[in-house]
């Protein structure tokens, strides 16, 4: 699986459909389109789009998408992209022509994030084979029950877990680590784990999905992982994003490797009507030249976590849309889109 930050063929999105997600009321619903539009319009400014969308939804999603934003009609009812979507890999062994025949596109069982009560998932369990076919992609059926913002590599083989994800009994009733690791290493070509024991205090709560890494840490570069950091003690997530930076200091240390921690302090925010925020910059997308950037309408929050962005990813410009109607779903920019590898570029990058 290349690096993120490896170039695009294109980025994958669903377009939101009522139910409980979207949620109730013709404003909300409204937030919900508005903000999964504006998004696939910051990621076309860098790259090409598709999205998937529902059959009730095609007409408003013509009317809502620029006509250069690729749209393909299939069920779904969860319109997280990142979970219910495939995770695309290469094959740089592969001999022939590059082409669509060196993309594979991994099809993790989807669950609706442990199955809870009040999830609608059936349907887009089904949109990893839909995405795939529509790519040209060589299929990967996983046995593993997982979604792809569980996960996040360097490009050059390690990957990123959290044990309350993949080790959930809800999802995993009897998986180890081992058991995982050794489908990480067929499915995604994983050569080294690093496992954090949890994720940010939020994603606990009924519709979150028990700590998912994307918006706890992330590889900027192999030696540069950025980290979600909460600054005011008052927050339970003052001491889960310290656990996260001595986990990670401890496990790069144990493999001798030299990596920089960056923090990216949290908005000032703390709590809304249902409890403790779980705001993150980490949750952002990479794309071609280009970096697409939860915002929350704090502007020095906002304004510093684009200068470490932008530092960060040197030689890409960082677009911000605000992502507080996404995260009141319960994710956020990263969690909506999947990347696509461009192969050729991606081939030789593992060559290298």
């Not at 490896?6 to 979207?22: N, Q």
């Not at 809800?170 to 070509?189: L, Q």
């Amino acid at each position: 699986m290349p690096a993120e930050s490896a170039p695009h063929e294109r980025t994958w999105m669903a377009f939101p459909r009522e139910g409980i997600t979207l949620g109730e009321g013709a404003e909300s619903r409204e937030q919900g389109y508005r903000a999964w539009t504006d998004v696939a319009h910051a990621v076309r400014q860098f790259e090409p789009v598709t999205m998937i969308v529902d059959p009730t939804e095609v007409a408003r999603a013509r009317h809502m998408l620029s006509a250069d934003i690729e749209i393909v009609e299939a069920p779904l009812d969860e319109f997280w992209m990142r979970d219910v979507g495939p995770t695309f890999v290469v094959d740089p062994d592969r001999p022939g022509v590059l082409g669509a025949e060196d993309t594979r596109a991994v099809d993790w069982i989807f669950n609706g994030w442990g199955a809870p009560g009040w999830a609608e998932w059936q349907k887009s369990a089904g949109i990893a084979r839909v995405v795939a076919e529509h790519a040209g992609a060589e299929r990967i059926d996983s046995l593993l029950v997982a979604e792809g913002g569980g996960l996040h590599v360097d490009g050059t083989g390690t990957v990123l877990l959290t044990e309350t994800v993949q080790l959930d009994p809800r999802r995993n009733p009897f998986a180890d680590r081992a058991r995982v690791e050794a489908e990480m290493t067929r499915t995604i070509g994983a050569t080294d784990a690093i496992w954090l024991s949890r994720g940010l205090t939020r994603d606990y709560d009924d519709l979150g999905t028990n700590g998912h890494v994307d918006i706890v840490a992330t590889f900027a570069a192999p030696d540069h992982v950025l980290l979600h950091e909460q600054t005011d003690a008052s927050h339970p997530d003052f001491e889960v994003s310290r656990l996260v930076r001595r986990e990670l200091e401890t496990a790069f240390a144990e493999r001798g490797r030299s990596v920089t921690l960056t923090g990216i302090p949290a908005p000032s925010a703390l709590r809304d009507d249902e409890g403790w925020l779980d705001w993150s910059y980490i949750n952002h997308l990479v794309t071609n030249d280009g970096v697409v950037l939860c915002g929350f309408g704090d502007d020095a929050s906002d304004a510093r976590a684009r200068e470490i962005i932008a530092d960060a990813y040197p030689g890409r410009r960082v677009v911000t849309v605000d992502s507080r109607p996404i995260f009141d779903r319960g994710g956020g920019i990263h969690c909506i889109t999947q990347q696509q590898p461009r192969v050729s570029s991606a081939r030789a990058a593992g060559s290298r």
